[in-house]
Structures are given as structure tokens and as C-alpha cells.
């Protein structure tokens, strides 16, 4: 990264900068600052879950949005969605508990573009523990649509809904899910 956002619990998205001694308090709101290039910086605590639609890094600076080394992993808490990532590129998601959302626990789409192939390409999901998603319905852990060029690793997938899948892809094109590990109530992978 060539620049960093921090994100704490004690942050506030109205006076914080994002350096370490003046951190957000959402992700949202590091992801409105960040440019290519960046790494957002969670730091250990509870956070809400998000709607993002401006992770986009380049090839030469992607993006990185992420808990900070040496500490706890954050935990997204509850909700409808833990994260939903549209039309992200060039982003690495990681390090990251995602628990209890009564949807999907991260939702990751093309944003209904599906004739353009770079609409969301190159995102890597790894080190991730989503677990407790969904009502019993078709709710996934990890739902990915209209995704091209990605990986999906060393991940833990744990009591997805009944109907749903731990891994759930939907017009994907040209992705990796190795390393993954799944205890679940629905499908490991669809």
C-alpha cells in the first residue's frame, strides 16, 4: 500500500483523518477517502455492516481493506448484510470476522452491469471467518454475482443458512476457492 486509513471504535468519521492517531470510525467512511493504493485498517472491535461502492484499486495500486496486523480480527456484527461490495476491483478483502447477518454475510456484485466483464474483477477473498449467516432461507456466506478474475482462500465458512451456501457465485467467470474450510447447515459451494 502506498497509503493507509484507520478505522477504530473510538474513530469518528466527523473530525477523524484516518491516521492512527485520528481513525474513522466506519468503513464506509474509509472507503469514501481512499484512492488506489490504499490500505483501509480495521482495527479489533465490533462494526456495523456496510454498503461500498467505491473499492476500486488499479493493477499498480490495488486496495486493501482489512484488520490490523497483531491484533484481534474486527468483527461486522448483525444486520442485513455484513458487507456488500459493489462493483469492487482490484481488492484484496481480508482478515475480517463477519457474524450474525440475516441476509448474506458478504455480498459482492457487478452492480447489474453484467455486459461489462471489468465491472467487479480481481477481488481476493482470504483469511476471512464468516459464520451465523441467514434465517433459513437462501442466504450465503460469501454470495459473489457478476465477479470476474477472483480467489477465494483460507477462508472459514460456518452455519451458513439451511438454504443457503457457503460460497454462492452467480455469472462468475475465471475464479480460485482453494484452502477453504466449511461446517455448514446448507451447500459448501454453488
Known sequence: ???????????????GDGSPGSPL?????AVDAAIPGTAIVVHAGSYAGEFLSNLQGTALAPMW??????EAKPVIAGGGEGLH??????AVIHDLIVTGATANGINADDGGDVNDVSASQFVVFEH?????????GNQDCLKLSGINDFVVRNNSF???SVGGSGVDMVGCH?????????????????
Not at 1 to 15: I, M, N, R
Not at 174 to 190: P, Y
Open 128 to 136: 476471512l471467518e464468516i459464520e451465523d449467516i441467514g434465517s433459513g
Open 85 to 90: 461490495l459493489q462493483r469492487a476491483r482490484f
Open 1 to 15: 500500500p502506498t497509503s493507509e486509513l484507520h478505522v477504530s471504535e473510538s474513530g469518528d468519521d466527523g473530525t
Open 174 to 190: 475465471h475464479g480460485v476457492i482453494a484452502r477453504n474450510t466449511f461446517a455448514l447447515g446448507g451447500n459448501a459451494v454453488q
Open 25 to 29: 470510525r466506519s468503513i464506509g467512511a
Open 65 to 70: 481493506l482489512g484488520g490490523a496486523p497483531g
Open 158 to 160: 460456518q452455519s451458513c
